[in-house]
């Protein structure tokens, strides 16, 4: 069980103008921000964060969105983090995601979901460390 996770507001989520909401939600669940930034992947690093994944058919796509605008990346601390967030954002198929999440509030579909959240507390870890120095965590 770790006490952090990892979350990037997603480019379509962003451009929709939902951050501050989707913001508002971390918050009142009881997540505080340990680290957090706006920024803009270039398709080397959204295709370096999503390495996992490059054998898989929908990579190529995945890349292009992650680097077609600006998302919010951010640490999030709380006890058992990983689980209480992934329970926070809902199923990655938004149709499939319970109501109040948010996913099922602001994703328009399986490849715009909005949100990101690491499934597990190694790839938190990972993740975290993928975009912030250990001098910019608090």
Do not use: W
Request: hydrophobic content about 45%; proline content about 3%.
């Amino acid at each position: 069980m770790s006490n952090r996770t990892f979350t990037m507001i997603k480019p379509d989520a962003t451009a929709k103008g939902n951050t501050g909401a989707i913001l508002s939600m971390i918050n009142a669940a009881g997540f505080r921000i340990v680290a957090m930034k706006m920024t803009k992947l270039s398709k080397e690093k959204a295709g370096e964060f999503y390495a996992v994944h490059a054998a898989r058919p929908f990579y190529g796509e995945l890349v292009d969105f992650m680097s077609s605008g600006p998302i919010t990346a951010a640490i999030l601390e709380k006890e058992n983090a990983v689980e209480d967030f992934r329970k926070l954002i809902g199923s990655t198929n938004p149709a499939e995601a319970a109501e109040g999440t948010i996913r099922k509030l602001f994703a328009a579909s399986i490849g715009e979901n909005a949100i990101h959240g690491s499934d597990s507390n190694e790839n938190a870890a990972i993740e975290g460390n993928f975009f912030f120095s250990k001098l910019e965590q608090f």
